[in-house]
Each structure stands twice: as C-alpha cells, then as structure tokens.
C-alpha cells in the first residue's frame, strides 16, 4: 500500500468539511422558498466531490454515504425538486458522512514497511521523525502568514506612496535616493519571502494519485499508469488546496472516458495499458497544470460542436452533459468539467482542452502562481483605473484603423479581425465617447482574443489583491481590488468575462478617421528586452512606429544606415556602447547631429542628468512606473506632434 | 429606543442608525464606481487600506439630497459599508415612542422637536446594495 502523506488526508478532510458545511446549509435553504434546481445542483457537486475525494484518498465507508446522496440528489436534478420529508434523512446522512470523514482521518495511514526512508545527504538513513522535528520545520497557522503577507503588501505599498512623495524632493540627493532603492529591494525580497512561506511544490497533493488511478482503472477492468512531471512547481497554499479536488475530477475522468479497455487499445495499435501525464510547470507569470490521457479523445461531433459555439472547455462544461455511460464509484457523470471550471475560475484561473479523436485528451488549467498579489496592466476610461491581470494581455495597440463586421466593431491585428469594444461599455459604465484613435489591449486566451480600447494606458503595477468585500462579492467580472499609491482603488477585471462577453461599444472608434500623416518613428534603446517590449508598446498604442537596439552600438549602426529617424529614446548604461556615448557619436555626426535624444534611466542622480545635459541630450526621463504619460508628454514636444 | 444613535440629515429628512451597528464616520474621499453593482452603490473607496463599498443612502431611500460630505461606516454581521450622507447631525438617544414606518429600509420612526427620525434598517439596507430584493 502506498502511503498518502498526511498533507494530503489534512487537505482531502478539510475540503470535505467545506463542502459538508454547505451542502448542510443548501439542505436547509430547500426547506424554505428558494430556487430548488440551484440549490439541488450545488449539493449534488459538494455531494459528487466529497465522494470523489474520499474514494481516492480509500476511505471507502465516507465513499459509500456520499454516492447514496449524490445518487438521490441526482434523482432530485432529474425531477426538479425534492421532496420536503427527504431534508431530514437527508441532513442526518451528512452528519453521517462527517463522522466517517472524520474517523477515516483519524484512522492511522497504513505504511509500506519496505518504504525507503527518506535519503538525507551523506548522513545515512534520517530517523523517521525527522520531518517532524520542530527544528526543521515549523508549524504555523496560515491564517497568521496571510496576515504577515498583507502587512507586508501595505508596507510595500507604503513605501511607493513615500517613494511618489519625497521622490522629486530628494531628486539629485544620491545618498538619499541610494536609501530609498535599498528599501525597496529589501521590501521586495522580504515579500518574496513572505509568499515563499505561502507556496508548496504539487506534489505535496500528488502522492496518492498513482495508486488511485491505477485502483480506479482497475475497478473498470482498465489498465491505466499516471506519470507526474514537474511535481516540484511551486504554487499558493491556497490554490494547491483549491486544485487537489479539480485535479482528481480530471483524472477519474480521463480514466472513465478517455481510456479504453486494453482489447480496444490493443486493436487501435496502442499499448493495452493507458498513460496518464500530469504536468506542471510555469509559464509566464502563470502556473500550467495538465492532465492528458492517450484515450479515445472526444468525437469529432463534439469537436465540431466546439469550433462552432467557442471552445472545446465550454462544450463539455455544459451542465448535465456526460460522455459515458456507465455509473460506477468512480465514473465522472458529465459534472466534472463544469465543477472544475467554475472552482478554477474562481481562483483567477482559466481551464483549456484539447483533444484528438482517438489520440486523446488534455485539459489545461491555467493558475495564478499565488492569490497575494497580481500584476496589471493599469488603462484608464473616463477617470477610473482598471487592472488588467498581465497574463492575460497581449499586446497593447493603438485603434488606428477599425472594420466592422455584421455591424460589430473588429479590429484587424496580426491577420484576424477580432471584436473591438469600448471597456465602459462592455462593463456597463457610462462614460464619454472615446478619442480617435484610442490606445487598445489585446487580451488572448487560446481560444479566443478581444480587443478592449480604454482612454489611457497607465503602465504596469503590482498589486495586493483585496477582496471586494461581502456586500460587492456578487458582482461578476472582478477579481478584486488593489490600492494605488495616491490611495486611489483601482479594480481588477477578470480577463476571463472580458473574454467571453459579447463585445460592446465601440461604433463610433470604427468611424474614426486615419490621421492622414505618418507616424513618427522612435528608436528605443536599451539592454533590457522587457523595457524595449513596454516602451515599444506604450509607443505604438500612441500611435508612433518603434525600432528597437539592445546598446548603443546597433543603435547607431541603425541612425546611419536605416529610415529616418524622428527622435532617439535611450537608456543610460548599457553593454558595448552606453548611452552618453551614443549621444556623443550621434552630435558628432554631421547629418544627425541635431536629431532629438532623450535619455531614460532610472537613477535620478544629478551626475547623469549634467552629464547628458552636456553631452547634449533634449530631454532627461526618469523611468518610473507611473509617469509614462509624461514620457509620451515629452516625446511629443521633441517630435512636434 | 434604548442606546445611543448616529443621526444623519439627507436633504430635510432626519434618519438615524444605532450606534452598535455604526463602526466609525469618515470623509468623503475618492469612491471608484463598479460597474455591474447594484443601484444605490456608489463604489469603493480605501479607508486605511482595506477595500469597503459606498452606498448613496440617499438614492437608496429615495430622498432627494445634496453632495454627501460625510460616509457612516455601519455594519451588520459579516458585512460592511460606507453610507454616503449629506450631514451628521450628532449622537444621542432617541425618545421613546416608535412609530410604524413604511419603508423597507426603515426599522419604524420616532419625533425629534416635531420631526420624523427615520430608523436605519441596516440588514435591509446592506442586503439591497449586494442585490438582494427586500420583503
């Protein structure tokens, strides 16, 4: 028998008293006058998890009371309604089912005898409650390491907030401006720390999954292995916690429906054996976690069916919906990707599928790696500031030429005209009409992309998520809300409703004119390909065609050799050629030597600006997150725009 | 009525909400609206930190008001929120004598100097701004 680490049992049994807790309250909610099918949905999936949960982790009696409801509740979602004298029974079968829980849990975890003890360097085998000694690990409430985080959150908060105060004060006080640096690197490692504390690798909640579904493929006279690859990744407590169950969902699924009996296989030219993958890894600012089976893949019906109503996830998430049929302990019944969707939805996450008839499945959850803090793209309509989880956005672009489409606004962006609207108008503000020519955000998923025109993009932030609290928590499109540093509230938009509202708005962009002229051209210099990538698309969404050199010396190579050039926009120090250095080749060069240079660095050490005053650069910029409209300010003075 | 409560003035109307149920009163700042909300919510606004929605009381009773000046930061239960008013009057008992009031966000009313108070109802109240339909 393969041992289920305790974390896991703690994770299985604490998901189970949620879901108990709210099937009760559910129970009783029926008893009054309430929307029955709703309710009678929600305790079928709590009912559908806790069993599921309970038969991966072999406690087989919680197991056993939890198909008896989930099947009488199934009866209740066939008929629309339950009868008022099944609550009770019903109610006691849930405290029936918390006390087998809890004694299962309580049960002590058989062990493998010939378990190897965990290797600990050279020092030979560790004692085996090594793990448990308190000097190696420590214990702690993550109540209270939530509370540490957003204190630190605050504190960092705090810091910007003094940094955007005293920062013009100290401007050219070295010693000053050293200090406030050191501060901030000292606040972001400590936060780094802090969410560190927060993170747990998945194979934390990995362990007992082999054995379960082997068990699982067993009990349907299948053959099925699981490999796990990328077990290290890190990801949030919560969002580990929040997955176990999805995860499970997706594997009794793939070993119900995608893997076929091994005669099947075996006549397909496949192994009789079945392989599961469950993957994870990071991607971006996000977490990939995978399952994929070699099955038999969805039917081509239902791949047809997806590529004409959006994606293959949402097809198969429609309630109800079931792909096998038959109903033993461990068959999904068509609720698993529903519930998985709609629980990884709520952790900020989106869940992808693809599949191949035949070749097999692979669902995609896509997960923010920690729920503390977010990184937004920050656009401003009419005044207010939104947050645009990073992730999510694409591009940025300026709406210099919009189509339309059955009289839906498109904006045509790398060969596809995708749907344009207006921020306000698909959040159902009113706000005034939008400029000519507005600054846009391509938000993709891999299905689907949208462009959204705003008034202004403010640049990117991080911040600390809060919650939008009890009395707004109902309103959809929001993941929450973080404070900017002048104290403002900024909301942070769930990329996945953008995504998948009907577009809205945006006519009147699609009447715009061109500007007839042509735009002006910058060269962003700069070693760093992120700052090149941000200024690049700042730039282009005001409407400028950008170039780009990784130092000074390319840069120049293109001055002298490419298209002309309306101004020069270049980081300090730099690899083969600096920035002054540039400056100084460039004034030294007959034909351009009176083409505008502005310097962008973000030390605001007086030594650099007199430097690059003498050396005769137009402009001096000091790179800070929030002032790119004064960058665009400048950069339109010096081009004459 | 026993206990002492927070008085507020919304145009010429009087209201008042029980001082247990009133957490603390502050300025009126930078509310950021959220679209999709229910109708009477203002928005959100950042009181130390934490992120609390603002209700326009006003619009919610359907008293015509002037711009507020001061937010009422009630509670009830597990929720929260700011009710926007356009003064507060001051904070002491009430008489006695409880009146009937036909308004869902009102507990009843009593007479203050020959004046209606109306009596804050603040389950009712906070239950609208989530979306809720009262009785």
């Known amino acids: 028998m393969t041992e289920i680490d305790r974390e896991t049992l703690e994770i299985a049994r604490d998901e189970a008293a949620d879901c108990l807790q709210r099937i009760e309250a559910n129970l009783l909610a029926l008893e009054g006058d309430g929307e029955q099918t709703e309710l009678i949905d929600a305790i079928f999936r709590d009912a559908h998890s806790v069993k599921g949960a309970a038969a991966m982790v072999g406690w087989s009696d919680a197991a056993a009371i939890g198909r008896e409801i989930e099947d009488e509740l199934e009866q209740a979602r066939a008929n629309g309604s339950i009868a008022a004298e099944r609550i009770g029974p019903l109610l006691k079968a849930t405290d029936d089912l918390r006390r087998a829980v809890e004694k299962e849990f309580a049960a002590p975890v058989p062990q493998e005898p010939e378990a190897p003890p965990a290797a600990s360097g050279n020092g030979g085998p560790a004692p085996q409650e090594a793990q448990h000694d308190p000097q190696r690990s420590l214990r702690v409430d993550p109540g209270k390491v939530d509370r540490m985080l957003d204190a630190v959150g605050e504190t960092v908060l705090h810091h910007r907030r003094l940094e955007h105060i005293v920062g013009e004060r100290i401007a050219g006080d070295d010693l000053a401006g050293g200090e406030m640096d050191r501060g901030e690197r000292l606040l972001e490692e400590l936060q780094e720390a802090v969410i560190g504390m927060r993170t747990l690798p998945l194979s934390s909640v990995t362990a007992a999954f082999p054995r379960a579904v082997r068990d699982m493929a067993t009990a349907e006279g299948k053959q099925a292995e699981l490999a796990i690859i990328g077990g290290e990744t890190q990801l949030d407590r919560a969002i580990l916690s929040g997955i176990a169950d999805p995860v499970v969902h997706l594997l009794r699924n793939a070993v119900a429906h995608g893997i076929e009996p091994p005669e099947d296989r075996e006549r397909t030219g496949k192994p009789a054996r079945g392989r599961l993958e469950l993957r994870a890894e990071q991607r971006g600012g996000l977490v990939a976690v995978e399952v994929a089976d070699d099955g038999r893949g969805v039917s081509p019906e239902l791949l047809a069916r997806a590529a004409e109503h959006g994606s293959l996830a949402d097809v198969l998430a429609t309630a109800g919906m079931s792909t096998a049929v038959e109903v033993g302990e461990l068959a999904g019944r068509g609720v698993g990707l529903d519930a998985v969707k709609t629980h990884v939805e709520s952790l900020g996450g989106s869940v992808e599928v693809r599949s191949e008839p035949g070749a097999g499945t692979t669902v995609t959850l896509l997960l923010p790696v920690t729920l503390a803090v977010i990184n937004v793209l920050l656009c401003e309509r009419d005044g207010q500031p939104y947050g645009l989880p990073v992730p999510a956005v694409q591009e940025i672009v300026s709406v210099d030429r919009a189509a339309s489409l059955a009289a839906q606004p498109r904006f045509v962006h790398r060969g596809e005209a995708l749907p344009l609207s207006d921020l306000a108008a698909l959040l159902g503000a009113s706000a005034p009409e939008l400029a000519a020519r507005p600054p846009a955000v391509v938000l993709a998923s891999a299905t689907r992309a949208v462009v959204v025109a705003c008034d202004r993009v403010l640049g990117d932030r991080e911040l600390v998520v809060k919650s939008l609290g009890g009395v707004l928590a109902g309103v959809a499109g929001y993941l929450g809300a973080g404070v900017l540093e002048d104290g403002r509230v900024a909301l942070i938009l769930d990329p996945n409703r953008l995504l998948e509202l009907p577009a809205a708005g945006a006519s009147e962009v699609a009447a715009a004119e061109p500007e007839a002229r042509p735009a002006p051209r910058v060269l962003v210099v700069d070693d760093q390909f992120s700052v090149r990538q941000l200024q690049r698309s700042i730039l282009e969404a005001a409407g400028y065609q950008v170039d780009t050199a990784k130092h000074g010396r390319e840069a120049l190579q293109k001055i002298l050799t490419g298209p002309e050039l309306d101004l020069v926009l270049t980081d300090m120090q730099m690899p083969e050629m600096d920035g002054l250095e540039l400056l100084r080749a460039i004034r030294d060069d007959e034909q351009h030597e009176s083409l505008p240079v502005a310097i962008v660095t973000s030390k605001a050490s007086e030594d650099d600006r007199r430097r690059g005053a003498e050396g005769g650069a137009d402009a001096y910029i000091v790179k800070q997150e929030f002032n790119q409209q004064a960058l665009l300010e400048t950069i339109e003075r010096l081009v004459g725009r | ?135």
């Open chain 2, 1 to 135: 009525m026993s206990g002492d409560y927070v008085r507020v003035r919304l145009g010429g109307e009087h209201y008042a909400a029980s001082v247990a149920g009133v957490r603390e009163i502050s300025s009126v700042v930078d509310v950021t609206p959220v679209p999709g909300s229910a109708p009477g919510v203002l928005g959100v606004w950042n009181l130390r930190g934490d992120v609390v929605a603002a209700i326009d009381l006003a619009a919610m009773l359907g008293v015509p008001s002037g711009p507020p000046s001061r937010i009422v930061v009630v509670e009830d239960g597990e929720l929260h929120a700011g009710l926007a008013v356009e003064e507060v009057l001051d904070v002491g008992p009430l008489p006695g004598a409880v009146e009937p009031a036909e308004h869902p966000h009102l507990s009843g009313s009593v007479l203050v100097d020959r004046d209606p108070v109306g009596i804050l109802d603040l389950a009712s109240i906070l239950g609208a701004a989530r979306g809720e339909v009262s009785a």
